[in-house]
């Protein structure tokens, strides 16, 4: 496997885990806050798709070489 094989699978699988709602942060925010609440929304679950899309978009334009 060369790098850019293993970059398109390891950086979308890591934005995807890091930006699951509820898991270190809850846009738009519950009642438990912002930060680490473990709980999420339908909302929540649509900001936090849009902003991966959004940093994902980010990334293959300014980084094009590595992917």
């Known amino acids: 496997m060369n790098k850019k094989e293993l ?3 390891l950086i979308p699988t890591l934005l995807f885990i890091l930006l ?9 925010p519950t009642s438990k806050g912002v930060w680490m609440s473990r ?4 909302h929540a679950i649509f900001l936090h798709s849009l902003v991966f899309a959004f940093i994902y978009f ?3 334009k300014f980084f094009a070489e590595y992917y």
């Open 20 to 28: 699951s709602p509820g898991l270190f942060l809850t846009l738009p």
């Open 7 to 9: 970059t398109n699978i």
């Open 39 to 42: 709980e999420t929304s339908i």
């Open 58 to 60: 980010l990334l293959r």
